[in-house]
């Protein structure tokens, strides 16, 4: 009897045990299921470890590598997507979705066979499939073949005439080809097969602007607005507009509205705050970077935007406590890091400029603004060779900043390089015609090159030392502290 009673309680005990377990199966769909809620609320780094939890259980599990693949596109993390999506379809090449994602990848890293290669095995198979015949004709287009691009996206339009993204593609190939009246004739119907969508209207907006039609252009950004009045995007966007078309005082009356919208959006008060800066307005734009700081507390860069205010406006002090506090919660932060960077330029101390800007590049070396920085603080230090080395690869890496071309020509002038300190110019005035001081420069290295003589910013008589082309750099137009880019 007694041994009856023991085995009706171990298997009692067995069965409590086994109510609380779950099979690798169950567990596995547990988290592809909480993955996927998550990816519903936009939590997507919870997401992501919800399908690594459900990958790590079962590591051929290929909805789990597809849902990852696409959580990290929509994070932007395009290495990881890639590695996920490809071995999607290694798992499952019929998941078609994965394939043409893939194809958006290789098309992304200029990979025009792999993309072509991945559109043609999902068009064999489903000659209708939109989303194929995009990702086709966006190959087609980069391969320099407009017609067979416009034959693809009419098949589109043909399949779904509320398609208003093939609408778009075909205003710019025409806009390409100066084919303006059909390039607007397709925006128009882009706008038709989609009424309330903002994205056509302001493709429209941009065609009018470029094409000089700047009513036309504003009426369909209130159009926007009108549309979507509690968007604070699109009231920024006509503000910009406004900013655009040298119309001050409607782009600050546009910007307040939208930061009337919604008090714990930080976004408008930054805008409008960068704004009232631009106007050299100190209170006003300290005061609207303030709200932005109420309506979202622990966000580092709304107090890097403020430090870096006082900076701009001189007042070293406050800007200097202002970085104390962001260091002390995240002695890593790269903006606070230049920009106490920066104050150690003002300050003339270049030793530590250059200490701080060579751990910053060390971590992140393609931030060239720092790299013209560091310039600046060789610069300091008279070692003008240092310097040109920085700013010719800055110029190397964004041919569009102007300041780094600027100062790299004010170098090669004390090194008598006249003709390098021409192309630099050259250069800077093609990206920005109205700088007046490249103009400046320009003109008088084409007067000094007429009669004979450098002028009056170059050298007269021999080269000159590093002393001297330092003295004439941080008294010229270069004194420090110096802006970024443009």
Same mark, same amino acid.
């Given at each position: 009897? &007694?041994?009856?009673?023991?085995?009706?309680?171990? /298997?009692? /005990?067995?069965?409590?045990?086994?109510?609380?377990?779950?099979?690798?199966?169950?567990?596995?769909? @547990?988290?592809?299921?909480?993955?996927?809620?998550?990816?519903?609320?936009?939590?997507?780094?919870?997401?992501?470890?919800?399908? @690594?939890?459900?990958?790590?259980?079962? =590591?051929?599990?290929?909805?789990?590598?597809?849902?990852?693949?696409?959580?990290?596109?929509?994070?932007? *993390?395009?290495? !990881?997507?890639?590695?996920?999506?490809? &071995?999607?379809?290694?798992?499952?090449? @019929?998941?078609?979705?994965?394939?043409?994602?893939?194809?958006?990848?290789?098309?992304?890293?200029?990979?025009?066979?792999?993309?072509?290669?991945?559109?043609?095995? /999902?068009?064999?198979?489903?000659?209708?499939?939109?989303?194929?015949?995009?990702?086709? !004709?966006?190959?087609?287009?980069?391969?320099?073949?407009?017609?067979?691009?416009?034959?693809?996206? *009419?098949?589109?339009?043909?399949?779904? =005439?509320?398609?208003?993204?093939?609408?778009?593609?075909?205003? &710019?190939?025409?806009?390409?080809?100066?084919?303006?009246?059909?390039?607007?004739?397709?925006?128009?119907?882009?706008?038709?097969?989609?009424?309330?969508?903002?994205?056509?209207?302001?493709?429209?907006?941009?065609?009018?602007? &470029?094409? !000089?039609?700047?009513?036309?252009?504003?009426?369909?950004?209130?159009?926007?607005?009108?549309?979507? =009045?509690?968007?604070?995007?699109?009231?920024?966007?006509?503000?910009?507009?406004?900013?655009?078309?040298?119309?001050?005082?409607?782009?600050?009356?546009?910007?307040?509205?939208?930061?009337?919208?919604?008090?714990?959006?930080?976004?408008?008060?930054?805008?409008?705050?960068?704004?009232?800066?631009?106007?050299?307005?100190?209170?006003?734009?300290?005061?609207?970077?303030?709200?932005?700081?109420?309506?979202?507390?622990?966000?580092?860069?709304? @107090?890097?935007?403020?430090?870096?205010?006082?900076?701009?406006?001189?007042?070293?002090?406050?800007?200097?406590?202002?970085?104390?506090?962001?260091?002390?919660?995240?002695?890593?932060?790269?903006?606070?890091?230049?920009?106490?960077?920066?104050?150690?330029?003002?300050?003339?101390?270049?030793?530590?400029?250059?200490?701080?800007?060579?751990?910053?590049?060390?971590?992140?070396?393609?931030?060239?603004?720092?790299?013209?920085?560091?310039?600046?603080?060789?610069?300091?230090?008279?070692?003008?060779?240092?310097?040109?080395?920085?700013?010719?690869?800055?110029?190397?890496?964004?041919?569009?900043?102007?300041?780094?071309?600027?100062?790299?020509?004010?170098?090669?002038?004390?090194?008598?390089?006249?003709?390098?300190?021409?192309?630099?110019?050259?250069?800077?005035?093609?990206?920005?015609?109205?700088?007046? $001081?490249?103009?400046?420069?320009?003109?008088?290295?084409?007067?000094?090159?007429?009669?004979?003589?450098?002028?009056?910013?170059?050298?007269?008589?021999? $080269?000159? *030392?590093?002393?001297? /082309?330092?003295?004439?750099?941080?008294?010229?137009?270069?004194?420090?502290?110096?802006?970024? =880019?443009?």
């Amino acid at each position: 009897m &007694r041994t009856k009673k023991f085995w009706f309680s171990l /298997v009692a /005990v067995m069965m409590l045990i086994c109510v609380g377990c779950s099979t690798p199966e169950e567990k596995k769909a @547990k988290h592809y299921k909480k993955g996927m809620e998550l990816v519903k609320e936009n939590k997507l780094d919870e997401a992501i470890i919800e399908f @690594k939890n459900a990958i790590q259980i079962n =590591p051929k599990y290929v909805d789990g590598h597809h849902q990852l693949g696409l959580a990290y596109l929509k994070k932007g *993390n395009l290495r !990881g997507a890639f590695g996920e999506l490809s &071995r999607t379809v290694e798992l499952n090449p @019929k998941l078609y979705d994965a394939q043409i994602k893939l194809g958006s990848l290789y098309m992304l890293g200029r990979k025009l066979p792999e993309a072509k290669e991945k559109a043609a095995l /999902v068009l064999k198979k489903e000659p209708d499939n939109i989303d194929a015949l995009y990702l086709s !004709g966006n190959v087609l287009l980069a391969e320099g073949k407009p017609e067979e691009t416009i034959a693809t996206l *009419n098949r589109i339009i043909a399949l779904d =005439p509320k398609q208003s993204p093939a609408y778009i593609l075909l205003a &710019r190939i025409y806009a390409g080809q100066k084919k303006l009246d059909l390039a607007e004739e397709y925006l128009k119907k882009a706008i038709a097969a989609d009424e309330k969508a903002p994205g056509p209207r302001l493709t429209l907006a941009d065609f009018y602007g &470029r094409t !000089g039609r700047i009513d036309q252009a504003e009426a369909e950004l209130k159009k926007i607005i009108s549309l979507n =009045p509690k968007k604070a995007d699109y009231y920024i966007i006509l503000g910009n507009f406004y900013m655009a078309t040298r119309r001050p005082a409607e782009a600050e009356g546009t910007f307040k509205k939208a930061a009337q919208l919604d008090p714990k959006d930080p976004k408008p008060f930054m805008v409008l705050g960068r704004y009232y800066a631009l106007q050299n307005k100190f209170e006003p734009a300290l005061a609207e970077f303030k709200k932005a700081s109420e309506a979202k507390p622990d966000d580092l860069n709304i @107090k890097n935007a403020i430090a870096t205010l006082y900076y701009d406006f001189g007042k070293i002090k406050e800007a200097e406590k202002g970085l104390e506090d962001i260091l002390d919660e995240n002695e890593k932060n790269t903006p606070a890091r230049v920009l106490k960077g920066r104050i150690y330029l003002k300050k003339r101390d270049f030793t530590n400029a250059l200490t701080e800007f060579d751990g910053i590049l060390k971590e992140e070396p393609r931030l060239q603004d720092v790299r013209y920085y560091k310039a600046m603080a060789h610069i300091g230090k008279g070692e003008t060779q240092l310097a040109k080395n920085s700013l010719v690869e800055v110029v190397k890496q964004v041919p569009g900043f102007t300041k780094a071309r600027l100062l790299l020509a004010e170098i090669y002038l004390g090194e008598r390089a006249v003709d390098a300190a021409q192309k630099e110019l050259q250069e800077a005035i093609k990206v920005q015609p109205r700088n007046l $001081q490249a103009r400046l420069l320009l003109g008088d290295q084409l007067y000094g090159a007429k009669e004979g003589q450098r002028g009056a910013k170059g050298i007269s008589g021999g $080269q000159e *030392n590093s002393s001297q /082309v330092t003295s004439r750099l941080l008294s010229s137009g270069y004194s420090l502290p110096c802006d970024g =880019p443009e």
